[in-house]
């Protein structure tokens, strides 16, 4: 598994990609196996510092994806937007099946305990606040920064992190940086060649 893996609406995912990955179940969500890995110990830690975390999304099958994008359209076009302006809008903040990161199984989508769906209110919550301190710890990053959104394509996303293993996401929280950035930059600089992609 290349843990370095972009996805996005320029580089999206080979068709059949997700019967290469190796999944493991938590909490009733599906994450790649090492992320699963990572991801409870990061929830386990944040439980003992009374940041309990809600799990909201981990993998989406590419049928899914299509699902929550026919979804949001409808919604956008119930609303009063034409069809180009919905496709605009949604696009914002929904990735096409094949350029989501969570068909994966390396993306997951944070909330305060007992929310059942992402929020921009997450930002104000202390699970954020947690998050941001020591998510990379556990090899997550915050995947779609203030900032950055002219690099990654897509708006801010406090709730949507993303594993890349703990070395890299030290280098990239540690330089303010993005993940197009780091490997664009960084990578050759700071990792180790023999560790590229593990
Ligand atoms: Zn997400």
């Not at 994450?31 to 990061?42: H, I, K, P």
């Not at 937007?81 to 929904?94: C, G, P, V």
Request: proline content about 2%.
């Amino acid at each position: 598994m290349d843990y370095l893996i972009i996805v996005s609406r320029f580089e999206p995912l080979a068709e059949g990609f997700e019967n290469m990955i190796r999944f493991r179940s938590i909490r009733g969500k599906l994450f790649e196996y090492q992320t699963a890995d990572s991801l409870e110990r990061l929830l386990a830690q944040a439980e003992s510092d009374r940041c309990e975390l809600e799990l909201i999304s981990g993998y989406r099958s590419a049928d899914y994806q299509q699902l929550l994008w026919e979804k949001e359209l409808s919604k956008e076009m119930a609303a009063g937007l034409d069809y180009n302006a919905a496709k605009q809008k949604a696009a914002l903040t929904l990735a096409l099946p094949g350029e989501s990161e969570h068909q994966t199984g390396l993306a997951v989508d944070f909330g305060v305990q007992g929310d059942d769906d992402v929020s921009y209110d997450f930002i104000k919550s202390k699970q954020s606040v947690w998050l941001e301190r020591n998510a990379h710890k556990y090899g997550f990053i915050l995947r779609y920064p203030r900032m950055k959104e002219h690099i990654t394509g897509i708006a801010f996303e406090p709730w949507h992190y993303r594993y890349v293993g703990a070395e890299s996401a030290c280098i990239i929280k540690q330089n303010g940086i993005c993940l197009e950035e780091f490997l664009d930059f960084y990578q050759d600089k700071y990792l180790d060649s023999t560790n590229k992609g593990i």
